[in-house]
């Protein structure tokens, strides 16, 4: 035995198809991270793109109204964000999901109708129906933070692909509908919100959306009333100038 696989010839093939094996295993890791980063820059993503397109087809006033409407809305999530996401991936208590996307359901949709309503009541015009569809986009994308966030726990790849197949799709559509002006986008855009509901659908089983998990989960926020209180006044301050440029 000893005699037979000794041979350098032998001992180079081993180790070149170890290299080959660490190469694939490097890249296919690789791969797996800039897809999880690319469905979380997606998800996130749809606030900046439009003020973006906006700006540059000529309509800085939508642009600055999804800047301080569904823009304020997305400071808020991120104050009661408080590193969900992380605690998520590295926490094995299997109620903390549970706790964390029930609170994100329900003080989201309490902020974007406080929101929206008071857009409403005191700022009402032609662009309300547009700002209301993409302010529950945000708060939707704001809970599918937490969905993308298991599958990558669990390292499901194949639905956080389909996650970012689909957003690419409306985006491109998107584009398309700015560059040629099509005059569709607002069809678009609720296209977009459905799928959005969908995925977030897709996921949660309303018997776990309770008070006592929500009021458990802000208690264990509120904790850290320094990290608070620091979040708290710089989004204070961004919210203020956002409110300015009405």
């Known amino acids: 035995f000893e005699k037979r696989y000794k041979s350098e010839k ?19 890791e690789t791969f797996r991270k800039t897809s999880i980063l690319l469905a979380y820059l997606l998800n996130s993503g749809l606030v900046p793109f439009l003020i973006l397109a906006f700006v540059l087809i000529g309509s800085p006033v939508i642009a600055t109204e999804i800047s301080v409407f569904p823009g304020i809305l997305m400071l808020l999530t991120q104050l009661f964000s408080a590193n969900a996401r992380s605690l998520l991936i590295y926490n094995d208590d299997k109620e903390f999901y549970n706790k964390a996307v029930s609170t994100r359901i329900v003080i989201g949709l309490l902020f974007t109708l406080i929101l929206c309503l008071f857009h409403f009541l005191f700022i009402n015009n032609s662009n309300f129906t547009l700002l209301f569809v993409v302010s529950l986009i945000v708060y939707l994308s704001w809970v599918n933070e937490l969905n993308l966030s298991i599958h990558e726990k669990i390292k499901s790849i194949l639905l956080i692909k389909i996650f970012s197949f689909f957003n690419i799709l409306f985006y491109i559509i998107m584009f398309y509908d700015f560059l040629f002006s099509r005059g569709n986008f607002n069809t678009i855009i609720v296209y977009y919100l459905g799928f959005q509901f969908a995925f977030v659908l897709y996921h949660i089983d309303t018997k776990f959306i309770n008070t006592q998990k929500i009021t458990s989960f802000i208690k264990n926020y509120l904790n850290d009333k320094r990290a608070i209180a620091s979040s708290f006044f710089n989004m204070l301050a961004i919210i203020i100038w956002r409110v300015s440029l009405i």
Do not use: V
């Open 10 to 28: 032998i001992a180079l093939d081993y180790k070149n198809c170890l290299s080959e094996n660490i190469n694939s295993n490097k890249f296919g």
